[in-house]
């Protein structure tokens, strides 16, 4: 089993920071690829950020130029700083990673239980 866990969300007013950590723990073999996805109340969850290994990070248009993705694959975490932020950012923020266990000999995608992040005056 993986176990992804999410910190650092908070209520922050508008134009503020914030940085979000998540570190994967379990049956570890390797990481492909670690992530941040938002779901803000009504809509579906989207893609916010992504790194994977050999490649650029990728970001969605609505947060280019704010936010920042990077990763540590020796200790399995992933950090999202999020700057300048706005009130349509508030959403729960959700890590994944796509993930080949010790166990199960193909890679598979795991998923935090998610952290509050509110944007507001």
């Known amino acids: 089993q993986v176990q992804l866990v999410e910190s650092g969300g908070a209520l922050v007013q508008p134009g503020g920071s914030l940085r979000l950590s998540c570190a994967a723990s379990?049956?570890?073999?390797?990481?492909?690829?670690m992530g941040w996805n938002r779901q803000a109340p009504g809509k579906q969850r989207e893609l916010v950020a992504v790194?994977?290994?050999?490649?650029?990070?990728k970001y969605a248009d609505s947060v280019k130029g704010r936010f920042t993705i990077s990763r540590d694959n020796a200790k399995n975490t992933v950090w999202l700083q999020m700057n300048s932020l706005k009130p349509e950012d508030t959403a729960v923020y959700y890590c994944n990673a796509d993930v080949e266990t010790t166990t199960v000999p193909r890679r598979r995608d795991y998923w935090g239980q998610g952290t509050q992040v509110t944007v507001s005056s």
């Open positions: 379990g049956s570890i073999f390797s990481i492909y690829a």
């Open positions: 790194i994977t290994s050999g490649a650029e990070p």
